[in-house]
C-alpha cells in the first residue's frame, strides 16, 4: 500500500483519465465518420472499457494490440459488451501492420521501455499510420521521478526515463515536423505524453 501511493503508481493510474480526455477532444461533435483508434501494448484494456460503458452513443472503434496473450484474453472478456466496437491482434507490436489508417494512435506503457532506436522506429511506423488531421501519443516516464529507486531496487521496475527535450528530439529524429510536436504531463508530473499531430 505504501509503494501504491507513491509517485510512479499514481502516474499510472493517471493514465487513464488522460486517455479519456484524448478520446473526448477527438470525438466529441464528430459527424463525418467514425473515430478509429489503434491502441498499442493496449493490455487488459479497463481504461478502454470504462470510456465506451459511459460514453455508448458515440462512434469509436477500436484496434488493440498486445504481445501478451493473456492480457488479450482479459481485454476481450471485459469488451464482450461492445465486441463489435474492438478488434484485437496477438503481436509484436514492432511487426504489426494495419491494414488501415487511424484519426488517434495511443500508446500508454510501452515506450519507455525501448532504446532510443526502436523508439524512433516504431514513432515512425505509428506515424506512417495517423491519418492526416490526426494525432500519434505516447506515454514515457520523466527524468523527474520520485520513485525510481524504489522501481528499480526493490522492485526490478526499470525504464528508459527521458525529458521533454529528449521525446521531442526522438519526434524530429522520426520525421515529425517541429510544429507538431508537443510534450504534455499528468498531474504527478511524472508521466510525460508525447504529442505529434500529422
Known sequence: MYFHSQAAPNAVRNRKAYFHQLLNSHSV?????????L?????????MREWVLDNPEREVFFDCVDAEIHAIERA?????????????????????????GYELVWSAGLFDYLTDRTFV?????????????????VGNFSDHNPSRDYMELLGDWVLQHRTRDHLRELALEAGAPADSIEVMWEPEGVNLFLHIRR
Open 39 to 47: 491502441n498499442v501494448a493496449s493490455g487488459p484494456a479497463r481504461d
Open 29 to 37: 461533435g464528430r459527424t463525418k465518420a467514425p473515430l478509429n483508434v
Open 76 to 100: 476481450k472478456k471485459l469488451c464482450e459488451p461492445f465486441a463489435k466496437r474492438v478488434e484485437f491482434y496477438h503481436r509484436n507490436v514492432l511487426r504489426f501492420l494495419p491494414a488501415k
Open 121 to 137: 522506429y516504431l514513432l515512425k511506423a505509428l506515424m506512417a499510420v495517423t491519418k492526416r488531421g490526426g494525432e500519434v501519443v
